[in-house]
């Protein structure tokens, strides 16, 4: 019986031992215990993976900074075919369905600088770029193309130089001329112009010209300038000598009676010294209906001068 009062005794004063160390360690600012039950009630645990409708490795862990900051999850998007707004709508897009969904988003084209001698960059060239977006203001409709049926034509206010560009994509749907200047009448016609048909084109500068090959109801890329025509990428130069491009009347696109384009037009851009003095884009004035070309760098919609109307091409 002494034996096990004795053997009770030894239990409690242990327990009361290791209760009074416990407590003299949580007076310790260095010890375990005290370190443990303090980070105990900082640290922030991650949850459990609770989106609805997704599977393991399709969440990312986020924390929100708002108030005390939690650590939480959010799903991931990227089946495009079976979108859900609402449970869809607060997901995170991975970049593959980002690179699909968005395959033909808006562009404008547009310059930067460039610096040229690097590091010190005291020369400056200024280079062509696209931006991504809607390039037109509220009240238009950016437009692949309008398409031109023989009588219509837009005067684009610009007076050419021997420094003019000019950059444009079309298609011609029959063997027609595209005129840009003039310098009076049509019929003693002294500027730029383009002469399309199913054998091949002769592109026209103030009395120079040149054969490109080309086809009918192909969209082509030109740029043409004093020097010559890029024509889908392939250069032609001029028959003799390089022409002084010093039309008297503005550039104009289209034709009328006697320089009839049958087509469309999908851009046209005119840079002057290497500066992108106009930039025209199909579009549709939303108020009215009415067909046209915008230019994004003065901000003005040019209308047709012709006679008849422009067909429109599918929205942007």
């Not at 009770?8 to 007076?27: P, S, Y």
């Not at 001329?177 to 112009?193: C, I, P, R, V, W």
Request: charged share 15%; aromatic share 10%.
């Amino acid at each position: 019986m002494l034996k096990k009062i004795l053997l009770a005794l030894i239990f409690v004063i242990t327990a009361i031992t290791n209760v009074a160390h416990a407590e003299d360690d949580m007076k310790t600012v260095a010890s375990k215990a005290y370190v443990d039950t303090k980070i105990e009630t900082k640290q922030l645990k991650i949850p459990a993976a609770g989106q609805p409708n997704v599977g393991a490795g399709e969440t990312v862990m986020t924390y929100t900074a708002t108030g005390n900051g939690q650590i939480g999850e959010r799903g991931l998007y990227s089946d495009i075919s079976n979108y859900d707004a609402s449970t869809d709508g607060d997901k995170l897009i991975t970049a593959s369905a980002l690179n699909a969904t968005f395959t033909n988003l808006p562009t404008t084209p547009t310059t930067k600088l460039e610096c040229a001698n690097s590091p010190a960059c005291t020369l400056w060239t200024i280079v062509d770029q696209t931006a991504y977006g809607d390039m037109l203001p509220s009240g238009y409709t950016h437009l692949e193309y309008i398409e031109f049926t023989g009588n219509q034509w837009i005067n684009t206010e610009v007076l050419p130089s021997s420094n003019t560009e000019l950059q444009m994509e079309m298609l011609a749907k029959a063997g027609s001329k595209m005129a840009y200047s003039t310098s009076g009448s049509t019929s003693s016609f002294n500027g730029m112009y383009y002469n399309i048909n199913g054998s091949g084109g002769t592109a026209n500068m103030n009395g120079r010209s040149t054969i490109f090959t080309t086809s009918l109801n192909t969209k082509h890329k030109i740029i043409q300038n004093r020097n010559g025509v890029t024509f889908d990428n392939t250069g032609y130069s001029y028959n003799g000598d390089v022409p002084d491009f010093s039309g008297t009347n503005p550039l104009w696109i289209g034709g009328d009676a006697y320089f009839r384009f049958e087509g469309y037009v999908y851009s046209w851009r005119i840079n002057e010294n290497g500066n992108l003095v106009q930039n025209l884009v199909p579009a549709r004035r939303n108020s009215d209906d009415v067909l046209g070309m915008y230019d994004t760098v003065s901000g003005t919609f040019k209308e047709n001068a012709g006679t008849g109307t422009f067909t429109a091409g599918p929205d942007m």
